[in-house]
């Protein structure tokens, strides 16, 4: 994955104002577990004015859906839940020609209330000031345990060691 391009993608999200959490592979690396990951994956809160922006953000680097999805679709909640219904939806896939190597991963629904997540998140600041937030450690585990394939098994493993070292109560 290019830096430049991830550090792109932080960029014009945060110009934006897009309320957003990183998971997925980049949180891994957040909570200090080394993996390589090829997508971006945002959970964007859900608001329309926030999927607005996020659209926007993404577009200003040339990010489009990889299916034929509008922003208008995205923002409604009833058309999103026929998406995850109907068609085992769990994330929209943005691609760049401009940035070929990094893929942007939107998930469809909210897996936990965006706002307490928002709240326990993870902060990291990147070398140029801006501050990325990440899903906690907590919700990374869970999240990746709901998703069970064998990389993801893996990477519990590994990031149960950083719980059990933060908190001794886990």
Known sequence: MK??????????????GVRFLVAGGLAVNAHGLLRVTADVDLIV???PD?????FAALERLGYRPLVPVTVDGFADAK??????????????QFFSDRHRSV????FVEEPFVF???????LQK???????VRFVSLRTLLRMKQEAGRPRDL??????????TDHDPEA
């Open 3 to 16: 830096q430049d391009s991830l550090r792109s993608v932080m960029e014009s999200l945060d110009r934006e």
């Open 45 to 47: 809160q859900l608001a």
């Open 50 to 54: 926030n999927i607005r922006k996020a």
């Open 79 to 92: 058309t999103r839940e026929g998406w995850v219904r109907s068609k085992g939806m769990r994330v929209l």
């Open 103 to 106: 893929t942007v991963d939107v």
């Open 115 to 121: 706002d307490d997540e928002y709240d326990q998140s």
């Open 125 to 131: 600041e990147l070398p140029d000031g801006i501050v």
């Open 154 to 163: 893996q990477d519990i493993e590994e990031l149960k060691h950083r719980l």
